[in-house]
């Protein structure tokens, strides 16, 4: 693990949990809001084990959890720990796969995050994202108009518990015809015990995390998340 600490009386700690697949950049994509939080005054540690979900003095003492970590897998006991955190009130917040591609077979793992990814079309895809009704003005989301993207386009399946804050439309896929159109849930957020956990479906490529919008809604949804 590596630290930094900045002192103050209301500093927040963060805790960097990244690995898994390095087609999704966990090392690149973390870094940048690593700094991020960093610069936002945040005491941010960086691990690059699931071990980190074991330490309950280290987790009861961390206000967010930003995790990278695509597929790969966690076991029994790292998922209860990092869940019991998560209850007691440690924000947990991703983008993409790192979030809501990891740990496949663990649906401990799945009820607490709120969407699993299933596909996408071959290529990339330019879609549009936008805030969904009665959520333009949302902590995270206010004053983001639509804007598109070029990239992966996930086909999640959501619990509908949670509160999708930003959808797209599902565009047109050979592979899926029947899902063309489908109004799928980007952007949303869930209380879990006394956790916030805030997630996004963007974010495959850093080029990704560069757009103006997603950079915001990121860094919006690790402050929204913190506890």
């Known amino acids: 693990m590596t630290h930094q600490t900045h002192q103050g009386p209301t500093t927040k700690r963060a805790l960097v949990v990244r690995g898994g697949w390095d087609g999704h950049v966990p090392v690149p994509a973390s870094d940048r809001y690593a700094r991020r939080l960093k610069d936002d ?12 979900y074991l330490d309950e003095d280290l987790l009861a003492g961390t206000d967010l959890i930003v995790q990278c970590w695509t597929m790969g897998q966690i076991t029994g006991e790292q998922t209860t720990g990092l869940i019991r955190a998560v209850r007691a009130g440690t924000g947990f917040a991703g983008w993409h796969g790192g979030i809501i591609d990891a740990f496949r077979s663990e649906t401990r793992y799945q009820l607490m995050t709120g969407g699993q990814f299933v596909h996408h079309p071959r290529e990339f895809t330019t879609y549009t994202v936008r805030a969904t009704a009665g959520h333009a003005e949302h902590p995270i989301m206010a004053g983001i108009r639509p804007f598109t993207v070029t990239t992966e386009q996930y086909y999640l399946h959501v619990d509908p518990a949670v509160e999708a804050i930003a959808v797209t439309d599902y565009a047109e896929d050979p592979d899926t015809p029947e899902l063309a159109g489908v109004v799928m849930p980007v952007t949303w957020t869930r209380q879990w015990g006394a956790g916030r956990v805030f997630v996004t479906a963007v974010g495959h490529r850093m080029s990704d995390l560069e757009v103006p919008e997603v950079d915001q809604m990121i860094r919006r949804g690790l402050a929204w998340a913190t506890r």
């Not at 005054?41 to 980190?52: A, E, F, K, Q, R």
């Open 41 to 52: 005054g945040y005491d941010v540690t960086i691990s690059d084990t699931l071990d980190s």
